[in-house]
């Protein structure tokens, strides 16, 4: 059992900031007294000690306070994708067999017509139902449920509970540290689970979020620049956003800025170079939805002498490689206590781990003093006359191009070879194609330089900026 972490905040650190947007701020004995509220409302729909419910709504305030509400009330959270298709949120709420969907009244338009849908504007008019709210939470109970981005076939519902969250919390802190004047700057949605964490990290830690419903690189440069913030999470596209703007402006990042957290899929090592000039410190980590966030993070001690690593497990968490006959490369393992135990719905009877471990799909290895190098996602392969080919490792030479923005590889069918990598390219400035072979030949090998370049105007990302390769190839359609 764990206590209440919102009434344990609140009796520990009452006073103390717990949240702040824009110009208005909370405190956490605020946000304690508004859930309280909030929870007796969701009981009087007879959400409560158990129901599940699906969420959809922006990164607002609103949403940390619903969000905190159904954690009193003790409801399963459904965390939905406000960047999905109606079709695809349908999917999602039916494999999840919630007992009610809680929407942002801006959101209702995603929905397809359900009478489980209870607006915000009516949940917050809902004559409350007082009852006894629990003072500790079950560590197996499924706080929240997220689906994954479903790179094969259908997205899996992933519960994530009371114990995996904190166990990924307090391995995090004792990685990064905590100090009373930390602030995260949250810009990643809370539907996913980098945003979430940074939640139940302030409740544990006692630590203020400074939100932000969406990324701003402008806005998010000047609190690096001011030190108004101690740390954020960014994915590699939002890291070099930020790293732009600062170079723009000349400046460096304060000192009180201590982690730019970098996780989403593996960092160009230009970027890493970029942001040592800066003084930014940059730690980047592993994790995924079925492991509630971190597994891996290098420190930033380590971040100049092991360029490209994800680092070593946090200390409570596990990794190996299944690897192939006579191959370092392998599969990514793990396992700990921040593992899901189980998925829900239509994969309700798949096990999430095999003999004690969990496949992840990414592809990686460890080196001889035990650091994770993620390679790529293994549904991402290339694989040409026989040779693997990971479409990063291209991405991270494009991606050091002073004319590339962004990029992305796939592979394309090709009679003679099976498949051979192409590009697909976000220009920062003027570029040919043929200036970017040429760069490409001075550090890939010749059967991994891209045979066709496409520049394009965006790449495909899903709802946490990750780049979706698998629709890389809906692109040529713009082509024709």
């Given at each position: ?316 968490n596990q990794i ?48 001889a003093d035990g ?61 040919t194609e043929q ?46």
């Amino acid at each position: 059992m764990q206590p209440n972490w919102i009434k344990q905040r609140a009796y520990l650190t009452p006073n103390r900031i717990a949240l702040s947007f824009h110009e208005q701020q909370w405190t956490f004995r605020e946000l304690y007294e508004q859930s309280v509220k909030m929870a007796y409302q969701l009981n009087a729909y007879g959400l409560s000690n158990g129901k599940r419910v699906a969420i959809l709504a922006p990164s607002t305030p609103q949403l940390i306070q619903v969000i905190y509400s159904c954690m009193q009330a003790q409801c399963e959270m459904v965390l939905l994708n406000s960047r999905l298709s109606k079709q695809e949120l349908a999917y999602q709420i039916e494999d999840a067999e919630v007992d009610a969907i809680l929407a942002h009244d801006d959101d209702l338009v995603k929905l397809q017509q359900d009478e489980r849908i209870i607006r915000f504007s009516k949940l917050v008019q809902k004559q409350g139902q007082p009852f006894d709210i629990a003072q500790e939470w079950d560590e197996q109970f499924a706080m929240t449920i997220m689906y994954t981005s479903g790179t094969t076939g259908f997205p899996k519902g992933v519960c994530q509970t009371v114990g995996n969250h904190s166990a990924s919390a307090i391995s995090s802190a004792l990685n990064l540290g905590i100090k009373e004047q930390d602030t995260w700057l949250c810009t990643v949605p809370i539907f996913h689970i980098s945003g979430f964490s940074i939640v139940v990290r302030s409740l544990l830690y006692g630590m203020k979020i400074r939100l932000y419903e969406k990324f701003d690189g402008k806005q998010c440069a000047e609190e690096i620049i001011q030190g108004t913030v101690t740390k954020m999470s960014v994915v590699a596209v939002t890291l070099e956003m930020i790293l732009t703007e600062m170079e723009q402006q000349n400046v460096k990042a304060s000192p009180e800025f201590t982690t730019m957290l970098a996780g989403g899929g593996p960092v160009p090592v230009d970027y890493l170079k970029r942001a040592s000039k800066l003084d930014m410190p940059v730690a980047q980590t592993y994790g995924m939805t079925e492991t509630a966030s971190q597994t891996a993070t290098l420190s930033n001690e380590d971040a100049m002498s092991h360029l490209g690593s994800a680092g070593k497990p946090l200390f409570f968490n596990q990794i190996q490689i299944a690897k192939q006959q006579g191959e370092e490369i392998g599969e990514i393992l793990i396992r700990g206590p921040h593992v899901t135990p189980r998925y829900i719905g239509k994969y309700k009877d798949t096990p999430t781990m095999v003999d004690g471990w969990l496949h992840t799909g990414d592809l990686g290895y460890l080196d001889a003093d035990g650091y994770l190098y993620v390679v790529d996602r293994r549904a991402d392969l290339i694989i040409s006359g026989g040779e693997n080919i990971y479409p990063a490792e291209i991405e991270n030479c494009l991606l050091a191009h002073p004319g590339v923005k962004e990029a992305g590889v796939c592979g394309i069918v090709h009679e003679k070879w099976g498949q051979v990598p192409i590009a697909f390219i976000v220009k920062r400035n003027d570029v040919t194609e043929q200036e970017i072979i040429n760069f490409c030949k001075q550090s890939l090998a010749n059967y991994k330089i891209p045979k066709l370049i496409y520049f394009v105007h965006e790449l495909p990302r899903n709802g946490s900026n990750k780049l979706v390769r698998r629709n890389l190839l809906q692109l040529l359609d713009g082509e024709k």
